[in-house]
């Protein structure tokens, strides 16, 4: 494009003849020019690096947008040092080093501006300059769209950034703009950022979206205030503080995020009004570290699309949520670590579909007058250190109503819990608690269930139409000393006929007791609960530990099997008899681990393992109660830890036997609620070593890694007993074993048929050792009724024998 020329006119008449006239270039005309000049610059590409040193108007023409181009080679294409107006020019830098348009000092007003670059940054603004910069558009790819920086200030009005190879605005080193109806976009960096101490940025009625960083970066002392502006389709979080950040979000919206839309850290302060935060993958609200802080109030946090908690508080941080809404997530609020506090006041949690509120590793929550409908769990305080206080809040509508374990110890006051499918107040695993003034009505399950002889104090609490009664109080077990057990005072029910306590409950009768149709203070109850599983009655006579070691040792193979259960039981049973004789016995941890394929007999030696154990005493009733996955995992928090103490209490004096127990701590486990059930049992196993032997089993595999990942239950079992598959000769003989009890003989080359059957037959994952051996018999059973249902006057031995032609196709 040729080269243009430029007129320049001036406003004062003494000067008008000898300052107006048409000038060859930008420069010259800049020069000449005076106070108050106005330059019309012509259509053209001005390969010029023009610096504007006094208050001029610099302008294209009148009705063509764009037709200006100021393009030099390198270095800044315009540097505005004076209260200038530059308007409708198109700027290009080519000078990754230096900006496109520089605003050092005075006031300009910078108007209908296109930026299209590839510069360090599109617009530049730095020292006293405060610009007012109108309707004007960055296209940076390879650096920051628009930076303020060495308090450097000014106001951008309906300004758009369409692309920056690295932040769309950024502000440092004491900066301060404000941004007005403005829209960034397409950043590979962040949309917003602002660093360092006394930077700030003030944001009203703006967008960001499109961005690779986060949405709003504030950090390292930087303050900012964004009201009524929209963060959105970010690729990394939606707004990001650290480092003594303070940022306030006023009637903003931050939504379609894929991972955290806010998240805080090292002491930053959020304040959030009429804010609203849906659709993240991750957190809406991620808070973490002592002294940051997030102050919510008249917001709304909803619709997430991943699978975490919606607010998460950590590492010693604080959350006030006030008159705010939770709802349509997987979890609501999740406190977690010593010194970490949550206060809710005057809020709605709704529609999630695990745990409502959650609090562990001694952090605290407190709930006033708060509402929490249709959740799994309604507030779950976890274990010791945990607590805090539930004040006049009502749950309605949950699996479960408020769960207490582990030595949790919360104040639940006036609350009420309302049609819970199971329990509405469930205390187990040494949890505490202080119920007092607390109601549930409508429970499918107990008001009031406190297991494990747990120390919770119920104080004139009431329950009404609860299915299965209004308080169960379940034994602590042998092993409880005194002072265990729930303290009643003054509570009631609408039903009758409880009985009292039994001797490991503690029920205080005060003297202000209310009379009701109790009569007494609730008791345990003998309505049974419907079990997740099924144990068998163990058998009426007992048989000697001689008796099941000969069954142990007629087991087909296994050698080596036989040998570690003799000698862990000659372990046992030595120890027994020093204790007897008033000597010290050796500690022998029980509890076994079990490995190898299926089918290699690992259901019937645990079996006989308890009877060994019960015929010595060391059991009451060594019976064996099976277990998988299915059994003790839940479909929500709660309810996996109810499963898998009932399916323990089933086994008392017996042995648990977990098949597949690697399958509850699966390698992509993430939020999966078997890690529940596998810290549910280590404390059981703990607080009754000598009621339960638990054994875990599975492929030897699975079960070196599940041992690995979870050193807690390592730690309980005293030795790994590997069960080798059977080779073609032992299952050659599992099958003449079961010829013989069902009165089957093998004819002739059957044998040979079978060794080389199993020898043949895939060893893969559909290979079940001893079970194939018994299908392999069944299929042969089968196959000779085939041939002797057609002879009209068999013999005994067409009755009997079966041949090598018997066999099965291999599969």
């Known amino acids: 494009m040729a080269q243009g020329t430029v007129q320049v006119t001036h406003t004062g008449t003494s000067r008008w003849r000898r300052r107006t006239g048409e000038y060859a270039s930008l420069a010259a005309a800049l020069e000449a020019a005076a106070e108050g000049d106005v330059l019309t610059v012509a259509p053209g590409t001005y390969r010029e690096n023009l610096v504007v040193q006094r208050s001029v108007t610099l302008r294209g023409p009148e009705g063509s947008p764009g037709s200006v181009r100021i393009a030099p080679l390198d270095g800044v294409p315009l540097t505005v040092r004076a209260s200038a107006a530059v308007q409708d020019l198109h700027v290009e830098g080519q000078d990754s080093a230096a900006p496109a348009l520089l605003v050092e000092e005075g006031a300009p007003e910078l108007t209908d501006l296109r930026i299209v670059t590839r510069s360090a940054s599109g617009i530049e603004v730095r020292g006293g300059a405060r610009p007012t910069v109108r309707r004007c558009t960055v296209d940076n790819p390879a650096g920051i769209g628009i930076a303020v920086l060495d308090g450097g200030g000014g106001v951008f009005e309906e300004c758009e950034v369409v692309s920056a190879g690295q932040a769309g605005v950024a502000v440092r080193a004491g900066g301060h703009p404000r941004l007005e109806r403005c829209r960034i976009h397409h950043a590979s960096g962040v949309g917003l950022s602002a660093t360092g101490e006394n930077s700030s940025l003030e944001a009203v009625g703006c967008e960001v979206y499109e961005t690779r960083g986060s949405g709003v970066q504030i950090t390292a ?3 900012a205030h964004l009201t009524d502006c929209d963060v959105h389709r970010t690729a990394a979080d939606g707004v990001t503080l650290d480092t003594d950040a303070v940022l306030t979000l006023a009637d903003c919206r931050i939504h379609d995020i894929p991972e955290n839309a806010v998240d805080l850290r090292s002491r930053s302060v959020l304040t959030l009004t009429r804010t609203t935060v849906r659709q ?44 705010c809404r939770v709802h349509d997530v997987p979890d609501a609020l999740f406190v977690l670590d010593r010194g970490s506090r949550a206060d809710v006041v005057d809020s709605d949690i709704s529609q999630v579909r695990n745990t409502a509120v959650s609090v562990s590793d001694g952090a605290t929550a407190q709930l006033d007058d708060c509402r929490i ?60 608690g202080t ?165 290699t007999g690992k259901t019937t030696v645990a079996r006989l393992y308890g009877e060994i154990l019960a015929s010595l005493g060391v059991l009451e009733k060594g019976h064996l109660v099976e277990v998988s996955r299915v059994d003790l995992v839940g479909e929500h928090i709660g309810s996996t830890a109810i499963r898998t103490q009932e399916a323990f209490d089933k086994a008392r004096g017996g042995v648990l036997f977990i098949d597949e127990a690697y399958a509850l701590s699966p390698e992509d486990s993430g939020r999966d609620f078997g890690k529940e059930a596998i810290d549910t049992l280590v404390k059981l196993m703990e607080d009754h070593r000598d009621a339960v032997v638990v054994i875990v089993a599975g492929y030897t595999a699975e079960m070196e890694r599940f041992l690995s990942v979870n050193p807690g239950v390592a730690s309980r079992f005293s030795r790994t007993i590997t ?36 020898t043949t037959i895939p060893k893969g994952a559909a290979f079940g050792n001893g079970r194939t051996a018994r299908q392999t018999f069944e299929a042969m059973v089968e196959r000779h009724a085939s041939r002797v249902a057609h002879v009209q006057e068999p013999s005994t031995d067409d009755l009997t024998l079966l041949y090598a032609e018997d066999l099965p196709e291999l599969p």
């Open 373 to 432: 409908r249709d959740a799994a769990t309604g507030a779950w305080f976890r274990d010791h250190g945990s607590g805090g206080t539930l004040n006049n809040c009502t749950v309605d509508a949950t699996q479960t109503g408020v769960i207490v374990t582990k030595g949790a110890d919360p104040t639940i006051e006036r609350c009420t819990v309302d049609s819970p499918a199971e329990a509405g107040f469930y205390v187990s695993a040494g949890g505490r």
């Open 280 to 323: 993240f993958g991750r957190n809406g609200l991620s808070v973490w570290d002592p002294g940051t802080r997030v102050d919510a109030n008249q917001c709304e946090i909803f619709d997430s699309t991943g699978d975490y908690p919606a607010v998460w508080v950590s590492d010693g941080a604080t959350v006030v949520l006030d008159s």
């Open 221 to 223: 002392r930087a303050t």
């Open 723 to 758: 069960f080798s598959d059977y080779n073609p000769e032992e299952l050659l003989r599992i099958v003449e074993q079961q010829a013989e009890e069902h009165e089957y003989r093998l004819a002739e080359g059957a044998s040979e048929g079978l060794t080389k059957y199993f």
């Open 435 to 599: 119920f007092q003034g607390c109601r549930v009505t409508g429970s499918g399950g107990y008001g009031f269930h406190v297991i494990d002889g747990c120390r919770t104090t119920l104080k004139k609490c009431r329950t009404e139409r609860c299915a299965r009664g209004g308080y169960e109080f379940a034994d602590a077990g042998p092993d409880a000393g005194p002072g265990t057990g729930p303290v009643v005072e003054d509570c009631t029910s609408d039903e009758s006929g409880l009985k009292q306590p039994t001797a490991h409950e503690t029920a205080v009768e005060t003297a202000s007791q209310s009379t009701s149709v109790l009569g007494a203070i609730p008791g345990q109850r003998t309505a049974e609960q419907a079990p997740p599983v099924t144990a068998p009655e163990p058998d009426k006579e007992s048989r000697t530990s001689k008796a099941v070691l000969g069954e142990l040792d007629a087991l087909v193979g296994l050698d080596s099997v036989k040998r570690e259960v003799r000698s862990l039981i000659d372990m046992i049973e030595v120890g027994r008899r020093r204790q007897q004789a008033g000597l010290k016995a050796a500690s022998v941890k029980r509890h076994l681990v079990f490995t190898g394929s299926p089918g």
